[in-house]
């Protein structure tokens, strides 16, 4: 396994590129740990896909070098990085059995038969088909070949990385939960570096310790899960993670107060900065429906079974709320926010409060 | 309205489908929820006429239209592969449907211009498909079905080849669109979120069959049968075999569980109880009540926890509020609330709807 160094890597497709809106990814400049996990996040066109072939080789970058344990592996192609990768659709050998097909990575490597046979059988368990071992890969079910392609990842113990590029996207949701968890439990056992690809941002939270959120070809926020719910340091991410997305209203401030027409919101600490296009952050989730608090006019309520979610309007600005599925909508609806997980943003970058440590991005 | 009369496919000696028969009304959000190879496509082509059942029959407003061709049918259809004409614009492509039936210049104008608007797509209009978004090359294929204004419209897995964020937005804005348009709407998806989120009615399929079908959050919160009941479950709905005695259901190891008050009639015996994710909470594991389960995985989004757990030898999803580190083989104290508990019986018929027909 290996740490890998993204030392101020840029790319273009296009030759000669001037100005920043010419590269499809801006300016990377980032360390995964070994043993790390971590997801890429973001829409498709985000940089995400660049990003990841440029660690697998199948791209060089314009600009900026890549490291695996310090060594530059910049010029290197994909066969001499060590690198095992898992696609969207499954790679798998039709005439090969499911059994061969595992082992066909580790053969190729000239391990010996008998650690061959020992690795092979235990990735067969964990992905759960024994019972297709000697079967040909040709008559399996698209889930079952996914299956074979993870193993496949996963058979060498000696790679530096494991990349995934969305590889549950074709599978079905029952079978998502189940080869989610035991890729994450295959992290914790093996410690594998992991990076993995993906638009689904329940795939990218449930899997990577941290997740990298990128938009428009580049990283807006790397952050644990909680980090990003939370905290989002730019709307994007308020937006891209969470459904429905962070409400967002225009407010103008002074001092701790935050104003949107005649509603006054006072907020948890005094934000450094009060210029620029004001936008304050609440997430669905911390908006409370009931008899106190700012009035409202409430447009419609979902019901998505666990939990529905309340559309209104607050001053003419639409807010979202999410509640129980039981709740009652009372109907002089008024919303209430905790002011604990408000947050303020000044042309889409979020804004300090007075009180809170400063760290750098 | 649109009817299938207990209609069955075969092909090639397998039955595809199985004595399905559907009443879908005018101006209905119809979804078909299953798993791949359930039967939601062959189905829908059995609607559309591309292809004609082995038995049984379909009628359209009081006709049988049985073995009539799509062509001769107000059949419009989208699919989860893009396709549009890549050399026309977008303007063409939603006009084409206009263009074959022989519509007037006005009309044309005047309908495409509608259904850019109704879709976003008027600034893009001039532009081929190549040059659009994939969230907007489906918003094409979207109009050009709205404009032909077809008594049925199939939509086949309509957002899985876009991002999450995509699907959010057109799924929050199709159902607007499907209501002002008076058409019946079928719309195929595996996703039980997203049959939830669309709202209207619910056909759960399973092998080929029709399961239930219903208003959509009826079929979710009181499901005929288990396989209904697994079918609208994202992430997996827990189970587990119990023995009913008096006010108890018994579990493994002397745990029991309070019987809720609507299932207090049934009779002694076994069944099988089931329970959706959120209504499995953590307890303190020396609390009354508290079952104890080991940990086998831990999954954190950020706001909510998904805790898998293994109680004596079943394997149950938890999803709790709020960030929880458990480390895997942990023992932890567990709860099932009972306000929703499913109950079927061995044979997997919900004890529920038995008591009612009872």
Known sequence: ?361 | MLELRDVSKTVSGEKHIRGVSLKLEQGSLNVLLGPTLSGKTTLMRLMAGLDKPTSGSVWMDGEDVTGVPVQRRSVAMVYQQFINYPAMTVYENIASPLRVAGAPAETIRKRVGEAAELLRLTPYLDRTPLELSGGQQQRTALARAIVKDARLVLLDEPLANLDYKLREELRAELPKIFSATGAIFVYATTEPSEALLLGGNTATLSEGQVTQFGPTVDVFRKPNDLVTARTFSDPPLNTVEVEKKGESFLLAEGDRLSVPAEYNALSDGRYIIGFQPHHLRLKASDAANALRARVTVTEITGSESFIHVDYAGNRWVMLEEGVHRLDVDDTVGIEIETRHLLVFDIDGRSAGSLQQAA
């Not at chain 1, 290996?2 to 809106?21: K, S």
């Not at chain 1, 199948?58 to 095992?84: C, H, K, M, Q, Y």
């Not at chain 1, 709307?235 to 409400?247: A, K, L």
């Open chain 1, 1 to 361: 396994m290996a740490r890998i160094d993204l030392d101020n890597i840029r790319h273009a497709y296009r030759p000669e590129p001037t100005g920043d809106e010419d590269y499809a990814l801006k300016r990377v400049h980032h360390t995964f740990v070994d043993g790390g996990a971590y997801a890429l996040l973001g829409p498709s066109g985000c940089g995400k896909t660049t990003l990841l072939n440029i660690i697998s080789g199948l791209l060089r970058p314009s600009e900026g070098r890549i490291l695996f344990n310090g060594n530059n592996v910049t010029d290197l192609p994909t066969e001499a990085r060590n690198i095992a990768q898992v696609f969207q659709f499954p790679v798998v050998y039709d005439t090969m059995t499911v059994y061969e097909n595992l082992a066909f990575p580790l053969r190729n490597r000239g391990v010996s038969e008998d650690i061959v046979d020992k690795r092979v059988r235990e990735i067969i368990t964990m992905i759960g088909l024994e019972e297709r071992a000697k079967r040909k890969a040709q008559g399996l079910t698209a889930d079952e070949k996914q299956k074979i392609s993870l193993g496949r990842g996963l058979a060498r113990a000696d790679v530096n990385a494991i990349l995934f590029d969305e590889p549950l996207t074709v599978i079905d949701p029952h079978m998502k939960w189940e080869l989610r968890t035991q890729l994450k439990e295959l992290h914790r056992r093996f410690g594998y570096t992991m990076v993995y690809v993906t638009h689904d941002q329940t795939e990218a939270l449930t899997f990577a310790d941290n997740v990298v959120v990128m938009y428009e070809g580049e990283i807006v926020q790397i952050g644990t899960p909680e980090e990003l719910f939370e905290r989002p340091t730019h709307t994007f991410v308020g937006y891209f993670i969470g459904s429905p997305g962070m409400n967002l209203l225009p407010v103008e401030v002074s001092g701790q107060s935050a104003r949107m027409g005649q509603t006054v919101i006072e907020l948890p600490a005094t934000p450094k900065k009060q210029s620029g296009k004001l936008e304050l952050g609440i997430r669905p989730e911390f908006v409370s429906v009931g008899r106190s608090g700012y009035p409202v006019k409430v447009d419609k309520v979902e019901d998505i079974g666990r939990r529905k979610i309340v559309r209104a309007s607050l001053e003419g600005q639409e807010i979202a709320a999410v509640v129980d599925e039981d709740a009652e909508i009372p109907a002089e609806a008024h919303v209430s926010f905790d002011a604990a997980h408000l947050n303020l943003y000044a042309n889409s970058w979020r804004v300090e409060m007075d009180g809170e440590a400063g760290h750098g991005a």
